[in-house]
């Protein structure tokens, strides 16, 4: 086939990659790649490269980035009047670290995406939402999560058979962020979690541009000083002269939360973790719908000390997302690669 005839033939692909690339992902590390089969079929892989092994290690996490992204793009066909089916190429366990080590693919195949029309396909979210959705890491305002908006998000897990609560009391907010920031003084100093994270650090705004995707310090609302400290001298973090003085830092750097919120439900087993991220996509859209932005505190659930103390705190089982939610200045958008990047030959 000509090179055009190919072109063609992705063009719609493009047009709906170009905004499901929006998509959050852990760490931005932007796991989707695409291979277009013809206008109405493409199959989606897993990159490899792109997967966290050391800290996702369940493989919840790598399955559920995967579930928003479909869900995106089942979004935003929707949007255009068509509709699009996914099948699994596998059962989710395949992709747990043991599974992904043992395989010698880079491109691990995920779905089977088809695009059919559908006249009737209500357009739930515009294509806008997802450009407006972003993670805010900068200090909230102090106003509440309105109402109806704290409704809405908890009908949207519902019908998701989730569950989202939000804590209020100040005294407790600061006993969470305190187990945040021990969990993640502790994590940032057990080598394996470092150096992985640590790989998708952007340090320099060249190095941002060049990538287009990681932990980029203006996005973290950190100092470039900062980010270099915690990467290449993180035993500053246990040290008794440094700790107060780094924990004050970050926790300016967290700035005000007036709303902790919470989702807890099937995830940790793989097999659930595809349909919570399609959740995860209508959960944070909704969000952006009525102007707020999250930041999750990825920690408090990754560390075992973090989840129980957790648990303890709330009486609540499954909790797999904490977060900070509130309106803020608009952030400092994060990179994203472009659509030539993820898709394949
Ligand atoms: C499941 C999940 C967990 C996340 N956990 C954290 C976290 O612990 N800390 C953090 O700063 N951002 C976290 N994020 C936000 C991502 O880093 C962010 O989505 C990504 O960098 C892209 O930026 P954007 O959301 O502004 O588009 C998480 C995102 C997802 C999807």
Request: aromatic share 10%; proline share 7%; charged share 25%.
């Amino acid at each position: 086939m000509s090179r055009g005839a190919g072109a063609k033939r992705a063009e719609i692909w493009t047009t709906l990659l170009e905004t499901a690339i929006h998509a959050p992902s852990p760490h931005n590390v932007q796991p989707w790649r695409v291979r277009v089969n013809s206008d109405r079929e493409a199959d989606l892989f897993i990159d490899k490269e792109r997967t966290l092994p050391k800290e996702d290690v369940t493989g919840s996490f790598i399955i559920l980035t995967m579930g928003m992204f479909i869900e995106a793009l089942g979004l935003l066909a929707a949007h255009r009047g068509m509709r699009l089916e996914h099948s699994l190429h596998h059962d989710p366990s395949r992709y747990t670290p043991e599974a992904i080590a043992a395989t010698r693919e880079t491109m691990l195949p995920f779905a089977r995406l088809r695009l059919s029309q559908d006249g009737a396909a209500p357009p739930a979210y515009p294509g806008d939402l997802f450009l407006r959705r972003q993670t805010s890491r900068i200090s909230l305002r102090p106003d509440p999560v309105p109402a109806d908006a704290a409704h809405a998000l908890a009908r949207i897990a519902n019908e998701w058979d989730q569950r989202y609560e939000a804590i209020t009391d100040p005294s407790r907010i600061e006993r969470i962020l305190a187990w945040n920031t021990e969990a993640l003084f502790d994590d940032l100093n057990a080598p394996d979690y470092h150096d992985e994270i640590v790989s998708w650090f952007r340090f320099t705004d060249g190095a941002a541009r060049r990538h287009r995707d990681g932990l980029d310090y203006r996005c973290m609302n950190a100092s470039r000083l900062e980010f270099f400290l915690i990467a290449r001298l993180p035993w500053l973090l246990q040290l008794r002269l440094t700790r107060p003085l780094l924990w004050k830092m970050y926790r300016d750097q967290i700035g005000r939360v007036p709303t902790l919120g919470l989702l807890a439900g099937g995830f940790w087993r793989p097999e659930d973790a595809f349909r919570t991220g399609r959740f995860l996509i209508h959960f944070w859209l909704e969000t952006a719908r009525h102007r707020l932005y999250i930041h999750p505190y990825g920690n408090l659930v990754t560390n075992k000390k973090a989840n129980e103390r957790m648990l303890q705190e709330t009486g609540i089982r499954d909790i797999w997302l904490i977060f900070k939610i509130g309106r803020s200045d608009e952030p400092p958008r994060s990179y994203r690669r472009p659509v030539e990047a993820i898709l394949l030959d």
